[in-house]
């Protein structure tokens, strides 16, 4: 893996990586936890709107022609702490992932009628979300979870603010934050020249140095249920706990709690609640770490009258961490490796791990990720779950 900061200062990483295909993945790192409460989805519309136009492609049709003729993908995404786009093409094709990715970055139109018409997409993909319980009920769990911190918001924003929005707005929040020393760029796959390919093209100034707010939020310090109605057949369960950021000591240990717990179908959740008692169909974990938060959560869909006997289950297989064998730690760190290397052999997913530990501190910590999974013990899965299962959010989405 190879950095370099080029003059305008823009951060380009280099990843070498045998086979055909090649990556070029732009990272803003502007997310919805730097958004002011008039500025609410703000990040968001900004990734839909800057592919709907440059002075060199004047509409989406043409940008995307350019990628899929050749057989390339593209796609972006926003969270709460970043806003990425990425090509994916033939190696021969890399100058033209380049050159693309750097037209939409620094060039995008904004135009008022474009807005307009975004608006309405943005919209209807905010009542997509809503209407849509199983991913609403992590909305209803990261609102609920956090008292002071902005991962309480979705990402998507405030309907009323994006039907406010304008282009004196967007194009002001669009020059504060997509900036080169704002932004990093990865490039995975087997080319040569890259450093001189993306310093052809990314060629806007400096901009000012964007600055990061320190974010403090308070420790769980009560238990809370929050239940919500909706005429559906299923009920959608979550169990959250507040934890910690991606770089901190008792990271790895919290996603080796995830290999033990939440594993497919042969983790412990999964087991208890469906395999044994048919009480869910849809079960599992997730373990959030992020930058600045985290959260690890229980989620099972299931019957409306089953609410109390799996809120039961859940808690005494989080009690159960304290009697865990070496073998189950081992077992859950195996499942980690695994999962990551292989989700690592795709050259796309690549290109985003290398973003995400770059912005949580250094792209470099992800070559150290599993030595530290291995070095889990234990005694260190029994003290993270004493030190963070404690106060828990329980959040139910209840059906008919």
Known sequence: MEKVVLPNGLTVIFRPKAGKAVVVEVMVKVGSNQEQPGERGISHFLEHIVFEGTSK??????ISNEIERIGGEFNAYTTNERTCFYVKVLQKHFQKAVEILADIIQ???????????????VLKEIDMVNDEPRFYQWLLLQRE????????????????????????KINTYFKKYYV?????????GEVTGWKEKIQEYFTFGVGKKVGVAAIIEPPAHKIQEKVEHRKTANTYTVMGFKTIPLIHEDAPVLEVIQGILGRGQSGRMFAEIRSKRGLGYDVGTQNIGETTFGYFAIYASIDKKQIAVVKKLILQELKKLQDISAMEVREGQDFIEGNYYLEL????????????????????????????????????????????????????????
């Open 145 to 168: 979870l956090f008292e002071k911190h902005p991962a309480k918001y979705p990402t998507y924003g405030d309907k009323k603010v994006i039907q406010a929005l304008n282009r004196e």
């Open 345 to 400: 052999e795709e050259v796309q997913k690549t290109a985003d791990q290398i973003l995400f530990w770059e912005q949580a501190g250094e792209a470099q910590l992800m070559e150290g990720y599993i030595k530290n999974i291995k070095k889990v013990t234990v005694d260190d899965v029994r003290r993270v779950a004493r030190k963070y299962f404690k106060y828990y959010t329980f959040v139910v989405v209840e059906g008919k």
């Open 57 to 62: 492609r004047p509409t989406n049709q043409e």
């Open 180 to 188: 080169p020393n704002n932004i990093v760029i990865s490039v995975v």
């Open 107 to 121: 060039h995008p139109l904004l135009r008022t009628v474009d807005i307009e018409k975004e608006k309405k997409v």
